[in-house]
């Protein structure tokens, strides 16, 4: 018989199970670990390795009582303190943090993880100066290191010096030319102050060096399209979605290039990607452009529902910042309740204090769900995330009154029923837009050319729609 | 007589196992393991049992309690893991081996097992780690070193591989590993001797007609009829299950659910050959579904793929014939293989109809798959012309430009300037695999050097990385007149790194029989231009569809006189080749080999041909399918 026996020594297994922990590999460490516990007995270490097998595992509360077993049993292990630190980081519980990190700059003052781990803790405490401090003696005395750069420089643009936070950003990318991380943290921080083409050299500098990385093609797109570089920024993302297919954003900017079938409607993940990050100078960047929308809409509704007295409820689909809501507000209207898909933008909406409800959606599925009747329903700059019109306009025509009224605006396509353009919004034809309407039971009481805003000083033209549910046929 | 001897229960259970009885066997072994917790074989012998009885899935609490109870007995551990793994729950089978190993490191089963299973799981390293320990505890062994073998062939360790093989008892499926192995290390005949060697001992078994059909092609002097005869041969073998007719409905129109069968969905010609035209098919018109081993998470084309894919279907645990099953489960309506008779390759379970429209595309698509079942192979004016369409057994579904769609590399280097201005000499190169560098090539290319005394060659691919190999290789080239300093052979290399080594390049050579595919293309992007000697079988014509769709059909011959003279001529023109090199990378982006929505369109009208003619057909009456 082919015995087989357990003849592991104990520090065998426990390097054994660091390493399985290591890889992720839970199920095969935690048998071994409960071997290594009955041959070892409770050992700091041991406690260490079950409080990083407990977090994998997701199992928070046995974490952090194996993190404090550890620390009981060796109070004076700087390591120990920097662990839990780190593990009291994750978990949102910064004060723990700083306490265990400070206790670890005590134990080993000459230890630059430890003061960066103060830094860190600091900063996410608010208190920027002395992250800054504490971050620049760790960066002094690990310059090497991307990531106690990368969180330096965070701490001096959080204490009112962003030239100082892009210095130290840039020195890093050329002593630790390798670190994306840093590398993105600067090409971001450049877009953020619209310095583009420093950005676009960034990353163009990180190409060469042969970084393999969605997001720096991405970020690289993105500032070539600030700066009009449309060509170029197709083919940046274009490359960030052969490293990075999952991502909406991405993919719907390459169909817009088009370099991928396009689909039939902007994805909600895009928008909430493009209206989170554009929400707190949404406003004064339409107003910038001539946007002329809200005011169009407000023409139309005080032409329709003149004479016709109060109108009501409001659905401000794609509301955004509320900017229709503010043209309309003072009209005998309401309640207004404003849908949008992202979070941001209804966050401004409701600073506005016009809407009686704001809800985040996407459009479609909220009007399927609803089960109200709004005597107007207003999208302003909204219907241009859609290509194909007829999902949504059948959901518009099963929420409106029967009276009720629907006022939206398009661009202007060059002949096709629709099509997606490069900036990653749909144009829609004249012809296409009566015929979707008609095929939605919607009578289309106007079709009128309406210049939509101005790019690069050029009209972008477009169509102002009315349209009412048809009379019924008996 | 000897209730308290365990190994009297074990034989009790094998006899009772042996005579068909697997529920009383079970209960034997049962005793048997409960007098001895750590006998290893009995533990086995009663998962043989469960799993004869079908009460696996049963069994498996009891084995857990006993792992629990008694966290140092590596023998539940193995029982756990194997039956785990039965059950198709991989990754739980691998810890639980993985613990089993870890608590009797010195025993070679359990690591034996544990490697067979990072093995199938894709895992190569730590499947290496793990069969060499078992091969140095148990050196005798001729299944471990099989196992080991076929692993440093999957990581493309030949000669290892092959030096292992030569020292076992060979029985017919170790002689197809030996064959394998001997082909990629640069002896395309011995190769398929040892092929043709299996087949005698094991005549009516697939894996030598499959063997001898993939070896073959690299072979010099192969011809399409020896090689459409072999594949037909292999085809003959396979078995075929009565499934019946596909039910599927024939509206030619309708949204099609397109099957990709492949376990190369990944970073591999197979991925860089055919993602972007999958992605820039019209999602509206075509649904797409994998079938075949999912790739490791982070591999970039992988993740391409998995964007695509409503679903991707693990098919390592599903018989061939449950994979077609499977198949026609999720309706598919057009299949594409994508492995043919490679190592990962399911092209044998096509025999019994996964769809009722089945495409052989790349992925060992050396030549005809010679397989009944496959109605249509996906080809170009350039590999297949109307005078060879009489070597293949499929129909054939021409592409209007190249056949494939290159993704390039968002990592690729820029192209750099003639290394031959700077350097003075011409720098040829090659970064083939070795099965396509036959003594044939070697003796051409060592005229042309010989012609060209200041000229050198670099030869690069992962064989390089065996110093044996790489004394042969010069051996060869030293015999055939050319000083082995003119001769630079390099090893792997990380994809970048790889292509960043074309900037010495100034001249590709083409292979021959066996032409290079993505090489070429990836060699075009770098700026270097390959001289195509194109041959007779799909295999052989490779470079010549990527240089004629990139528009540089002048690069291509199809004797060895021309090819040699070809090489030459190019190489005389250095401020030619300049030129064409500093404008090559835009020149192939603006063409059809890399442009990805124009071959969407291709695929997609070729795949709505195919699909439409079926309908035509079953609206005819025509039930073969």
Known sequence: MDMLQATADPGALIRRVGALIDAGRYGAAGPLLAAARQLNGQTPELNLLAAHLAEGQGQIAQARSEYDAAIETAPDLADLRKQRSSFCHRLGDFECAARDAAEAVLLQPTDPDAKALLGSALLSLGRAREARACLAEASAADPANPAIREALAIATEADGDPDAAFAILRSGLSSAGGALNLRNAAILFCIRHQDFATGIALAEDGRVAGTVDACLFGLKGHAQTSLGQHEAAADSYAEALKLGPDDPYVRHLVAASGLLPGARRAPPDYLRAVFDGYAPRFDEHLIGLGYQIPGAIRRVALEYLDGTGACGPVLDLGCGTGLVGVAIADLPIGPMTGIDVSSRMLAEAEAKDLYASLHEADAIDWLAEDTGRWGLIVAGDMVCYFGALEPLLR???????????????????????????????????????????????????????????????????????????????? | MAPADPSAWDRLGLILLASGDPRLASAAFAEGEALAPAALDIALHGVEAATACGTLANTLPRVEARCADNPFNPAAHTARGVMLERLGRHDEALDALEVASSLAPEAPLPACLLGGMLARSNRLQEAEIALRRAHDLDPDNPRVANDLAVVLIRMHRHGEARRLLLGIAADASVLCNLATATANVGLQQEAVGWAEEAIRRSPEAVLGWRTLANSLPYMDGVDGTRLLAASRACSDRLPRAALGLCRNTADPDRPLTVGLLSGSLRSHPVGWLTVAGFETLDPASFRLVCLGRPAPVSDPIAARFRALATEWVDTDALSDEALARRARELGVDVLIDLGGYGDSGRMPACAHRLAPVQIKWVGMQNHSSGLREMDWFMTDRWETPAELEYLYSERLLRLPDGYVCYSPPPYAPDVVPLPALANGFVTFGCFNNLAKITPRVVQVWAGILRRMPTARLVLKTHQFSDPETCAWM????????????????????????????????????????????????????????????????????????????????????????????????????????????????????????????????????????????????????????
């Open chain 2, 474 to 625: 010069l051996d060869c080239f030293t015999a055939a007149g050319v000083a082995a300093e003119r001769i630079d052979l390099r090893g792997a290399s990380r994809h970048r790194a790889f292509m960043a080594e074309y900037n010495d390049i100034d001249i590709a050579l083409d292979p021959f029989p066996y032409s290079s595919g993505l090489t070429t293309c990836e060699a075009l992007w770098m700026g270097v231009p390959t001289v195509v000697y194109a041959g007779e079988i799909f295999a052989a014509r490779h470079s010549l569809s990527h240089m004629c769709n990139a528009g540089l059909a002048d690069w291509a011959t199809s004797d060895a006189a021309a090819y040699e003279a070809l090489v030459i001529e190019k190489a005389s023109d250095t401020a030619a080749l300049a030129i064409l090199r500093a404008g090559l990378r835009s020149r192939v982006k603006a063409s059809p080999l890399t442009d990805a929505p124009r071959f969407g369109v291709h695929l997609g009208a070729a795949l709505r041909f195919a699909w439409r003619d079926w309908c035509q057909g079953r609206q005819l009456g025509h039930s073969t399918t």
């Open chain 1, 395 to 474: 959901g518009i025509k099963l929420r409106l009154a029967p009276d009720g009224w629907f006022v939206f605006s398009v661009e202007a396509s060059d002949g096709v029923d629709w099509a997606l353009l490069r900036q990653g919004r749909y144009a829609h034809s004249k012809a296409y837009l009566a015929d979707s309407l008609r095929s939605a039971d919607l009578a289309v009481r106007s079709i009128h050319k309406q210049v939509i805003r101005f790019e690069a000083g050029a009209p972008v033209k477009g169509f102002l729609v009315v349209a009412q549910p048809a009379p019924a046929i008996h």
